[in-house]
């Protein structure tokens, strides 16, 4: 028992403490931006009692993004602060599953999010493009359960992997910090880089594909507004669009690059490198789902409503 409440149980560094606190603030604002839009639609659903495709992807990214925000914060402190008993499998064999599954369905329906927005507004003449925009609201709710089960067969394997990881390297008893692995690098771990990795690149290769089809039919048509000078609002509204096309774009690529380093800096020990990774990767659930908040009228509406509200309660303290 003593052992159990000894000071090695508690070897949290400043550089723990410090990165936690970060970690744990941007956890926050991601959960309440996530809770917000989750918040709003739902309740717009029992209002109307109708959902459109749009408000099904949104819905379903804001769910995932708070569980994987939670679940990664929950992580980070009970390897902090508990980590003797953190360590005890299969408890990180589960947060990896866990981890990997809620990763991959958020990386999935943004890319679904970013080819519904790319066959609903691009306009291109090719039959199937045609037949697209014609089917893909009645594909969205198959798209985003095939979203589940390819990360559901992801999430299979890397328990699977890291199971067997766990119990062929007996050995590793040394508590690490929460950035990391208590197994060393060796060839059970290749194979859930390969397959990570392979997932992180194929949806990145989805969203760059939808958003260089977008970027490309919106830009031709405000070229062949501005040939017909028919200055009026969609002009604004096309440009609006580009600009927040760009933006997620922009995101969604240092994303994947943090993504792919983390695999590269898995089994480093304490390194600011790593740590500045973790915290991108923390800002890319907020940073998006505000961009996806007020690129909404519904939602943007309500934010505004909600903080004017607060607003008004301060002042009248």
């Known amino acids: 028992m003593e052992e159990c409440y000894s000071p090695e149980g508690f070897n949290a560094t400043l550089h723990d403490t410090v990165a936690l606190i970060i970690i744990t603030l941007q956890t926050f604002a991601g959960l309440w931006i996530n809770a917000f839009i989750v918040y709003v639609l739902c309740t717009a659903w029992l209002k109307k009692k109708s959902f ?15 569980l994987y925000l939670s679940i990664t914060w929950v992580y980070c402190i009970l390897s902090i602060v508990y980590p003797w008993h953190f360590y005890a499998q299969p408890i990180p064999q589960l947060f990896a599953a866990i981890q990997t599954f809620l990763n991959n369905s958020n990386l999935w329906v943004s890319a679904c999010l970013c080819g519904f927005y790319c066959v609903k507004i691009a306009n291109f003449r090719h039959n199937f493009f045609t037949y697209l925009k014609f089917k893909i609201d009645r594909m969205v709710p198959w798209l985003l359960l095939g979203s589940l089960l390819l990360s559901l067969v992801i999430c299979i394997l890397v328990y699977d992997i890291t199971n067997k990881a766990h119990c062929n390297i007996s050995n590793s008893t040394t508590p690490g910090n929460f950035w990391r692995l208590t197994v060393r690098m060796d060839e059970h771990l290749f194979p859930i880089f390969f397959i990570s990795g392979f997932g992180f690149a194929i949806s990145f290769l989805a969203v760059m594909s939808s ?10 048509h405000k070229c062949k507004m501005q040939t017909n000078s028919a200055k009026d609002l969609s002009m604004d509204a096309h440009m609006k669009a580009m600009k927040s096309i760009l933006f997620f774009f922009l995101i969604y690529s240092i994303n994947f690059v943090c993504l792919i380093l983390t695999l590269i800096y898995a089994t480093k020990k304490e390194n600011p490198v790593a740590f500045l990774i973790l915290v991108f990767q923390y800002v890319f659930p907020a940073v998006h789902s505000l961009t996806l908040i007020f690129s909404n009228p519904k939602l943007e509406k309500s934010l505004l409503r909600a903080l004017s509200c607060v607003k008004c309660k301060v002042c009248m303290r």
């Open 52 to 66: 459109n495709s749009n408000e099904k992807i949104v819905l379903f990214l804001g769910c995932t993004r708070f």
């Open 211 to 220: 958003t260089l089809l977008l970027l490309f039919s919106l830009w031709k």
